[in-house]
T-cell receptor, first 115, second 115 residues
Framework: DAGVIQSPRHEVTEMGQEVTLRCKPI?????LFWYRQTMMRGLELLIY????????DSGMPEDRFSAKMPNASFSTLKIQPSEPRDSAVYFC?????????????FGPGTRLTVL | AQTVTQSQPEMSVQEAETVTLSCTYD???????LFWYKQPPSRQMILVIR??????QNATENRFSVNFQKAAKSFSLKISDSQLGDTAMYFC????????????FGTGTLLAVQP
């Protein structure tokens, strides 16, 4: 399996622009997670999906952030409008099922820079 | 509230020697899982080792082993025969347990293996 795939790997944009990050989970995984990593706050869970349905979005910082999962093999995280404080590395991860110990497999991340 | 604490921001070890990274956590759950993830300069988050809280036996994966002390809520990672490729940021993580697979991460320990 190719693992979790994220695109783009790097994104540089200007404040106010819309940014869309993409993720393809491992085939057969029922859960998909979006994380944000910054120096100040470390790794934070933003939202996660189960069978394409958002389960917990309590980590989404504000209304400028939205996430969708239209099918089992694709998810997007959108920021509109983007701000410099959104600069971070965004990770997507996926796992098999409901059990608490199911390992999450991470993608390579997208480094977002908002100027 | 559930928390994960890594009190060593940075550590250094000579190649071929052994090093132990500390992690403590706090939870009121009885059923939970603990993880160590490695993040090398490539930024990819890689699972190193996983421990089920209900198992008394410490998990081992080749040169990596844990010392799980449930009563003390301690979960340290021992790396034996350190190699240059072990240089990375190491994150301790705990899942919330029960019917959820959300992870909470510590702040990380930057390990440098010196030649």
């Amino acid at each position: 399996d190719a693992g979790v795939i994220q695109s783009p790997r790097h994104e540089v944009t200007e404040m106010g622009q819309e940014v869309t990050l993409r993720c393809k989970p491992i085939s057969g995984h029922d859960y998909l997670f979006w994380y944000r990593q910054t120096m100040m706050r470390g790794l934070e869970l933003l939202i996660y999906f189960n069978n394409n349905v958002p389960i917990d979005d309590s980590g989404m910082p504000e209304d400028r952030f939205s996430a969708k999962m239209p099918n089992a093999s694709f998810s997007t995280l959108k920021i509109q409008p983007s701000e410099p404080r959104d600069s971070a590395v965004y990770f997507c991860a996926s796992s098999w099922g409901l059990a608490g110990g199911d390992t999450q497999y991470f993608g390579p991340g997208t480094r977002l820079t908002v100027l | 509230a559930q928390t994960v604490t890594q009190s060593q921001p940075e550590m250094s070890v000579q190649e071929a020697e052994t090093v132990t990274l500390s992690c403590t956590y706090d939870t009121s759950e009885n059923n939970y899982y603990l993880f160590w993830y490695k993040q090398p300069p490539s930024r990819q988050m890689i699972l190193v080792i996983r421990q089920e809280a209900y198992k008394q036996q410490n998990a081992t994966e080749n040169r990596f082993s844990v010392n799980f002390q449930k009563a003390a809520k301690s979960f340290s990672l021992k790396i034996s025969d350190s190699q240059l490729g072990d240089t990375a940021m190491y994150f301790c993580a705990m899942n919330y347990g029960g019917a959820t697979n959300k992870l909470i991460f510590g702040t990380g320990t930057l390990l440098a293996v010196q030649p």
